[in-house]
């Protein structure tokens, strides 16, 4: 453990660089930090106030034009910018703020160049893209009973508190699964039992193995909205496995929308007080929770996560959604259970920001395959 926990210090230290800002400085306004399309190239910026962002490495630039201001190089993307964060970046994006509020360059005739609508810009996935991504299984209360009545509910989260046991944490795909605020959720062909699951996504800021709960937090960067698209149609048809398929199930592209952006931990308190999440579609909410229907909570979760595999900087674990999700839970408009093609999508954590997405139906597949894919395609046909 000494051997990893020292190799993730001498990492982040060798990607530092240069970094003197001022470390005794403070924030006049809290940010968020994203990944957005700036002339169509993906750039790392800080948010403010949810509807401006601040390309910093342009902004540094200016920030250094002032002899009172060392140099200090600019990450190129998220992950450095995780990596870097605590061994003194922060102090530098700290003073870019400052510098910007403090001279109001966001607005009017003195608008800096650097500073850009988010409206006008492409929202990209924050981390492009995490080295993992654990997912916390049926860790909600309200969850772990759908359909319940209010007795039955009261019963079964009574049952389960006098035993909890331990998280259930499954894998998911990280390029191709993971898409911005914006990007189509796509069901993929034949498939027609997709539904919605909103989470809060933590991201990992530093390396550890074996983390206590009690220690949880120091390994936290940030937290970001998150959402577990889940395909609820079961294996293909023939093969011999009897059990639930979490591959089909869980790693579908476009099954891990992440964003909009990500929130400082300094900037949003304890999660198990603050966290109010939920998920609307075309205009009716179908999930929503408080982090006290959790079952086990965040700092837990890390613990649990972190005895079995090493955590990394810029990885993400998401805490498991809430009631709300499957067949008939709450009536909408299409009159269906399921994601329809058409739908939106709005997942929202207060404090964080939302989430939006339409979805969309995959309209066909190559004609010369083996036959071994998901229905309704014939199964494992001869050829």
């Not at 530098?92 to 988010?118: F, H, M, P």
């Not at 550890?208 to 609820?232: C, E, L, N, Q, W």
């Not at 999700?325 to 920001?353: D, H």
Request: glycine share 10%.
């Amino acid at each position: 453990m000494r051997r990893t926990l020292m190799f993730g210090l001498l990492a982040a230290m060798a990607c530092v660089g240069t970094v003197s800002a001022q470390t005794d400085v403070t924030p006049v306004e809290p940010f968020k930090v994203g990944t957005f399309d700036i002339h169509g190239v993906p750039h790392v910026g800080v948010v403010l106030r949810d509807s401006l962002v601040i390309d910093i490495e342009v902004a540094n630039m200016a920030l250094e034009s002032s002899p009172e201001y060392a140099t200090v190089p600019m990450p190129t993307d998220m992950l450095e910018l995780i990596g870097r964060y605590e061994y003194g970046l922060k102090y530098r994006l700290y003073e870019i703020v400052n510098d910007i509020v403090g001279n109001n360059r966001l607005s009017g005739s003195s608008r800096a160049d650097y500073v850009y609508d988010v409206s006008d810009l492409r929202i990209r996935a924050p981390i492009l893209y995490p080295g993992k991504v654990m997912n916390a299984a049926v860790n909600f209360y309200t969850h772990a009973c759908e359909g319940c009545s209010e007795e039955e509910l009261q019963a079964r989260t009574r049952e389960r508190q006098e035993n909890r046991g331990v998280p259930y944490l499954f894998l998911k795909p990280s390029r191709g699964a993971v898409i911005g605020s914006g990007d189509e959720v796509v069901m993929p062909y034949g498939r027609d039992r997709i539904e919605w699951e909103v989470e809060m996504a933590v991201v990992f800021g530093r390396t550890g193995k074996y983390i206590s709960a009690s220690r949880a937090y120091d390994h936290v960067f940030g937290y970001m909205v998150a959402m577990d698209i889940s395909d609820r149609g079961g294996r293909p048809p023939g093969g011999n496995a009897t059990r639930s398929d979490w591959f089909v199930g869980k790693g579908h592209d476009t099954f891990a929308p992440q964003g909009p952006w990500i929130v400082p931990k300094e900037f949003y308190g304890d999660p198990m007080e603050r966290l109010h999440q939920s998920l609307v579609i075309d205009g009716v909410t179908v999930q929503e929770a408080r982090a006290g229907d959790m079952i086990h909570n965040i700092p837990e979760l890390i613990e649990y996560a972190s005895s079995l595999i090493t955590v990394f900087p810029g990885d993400v674990m998401q805490a498991g959604t809430s009631g709300g999700t499957g067949a008939g839970r709450v009536e909408r408009a299409t009159g269906s259970g399921y994601l329809q093609a058409g739908e939106t999508i709005s997942a929202t954590i207060e404090g964080i920001g939302t989430l939006n997405h339409t979805v969309v139906a995959e309209e066909s597949i190559p004609d010369d395959l083996s036959g071994a894919q998901l229905p309704p395609v014939e199964s494992y046909r001869n050829r």
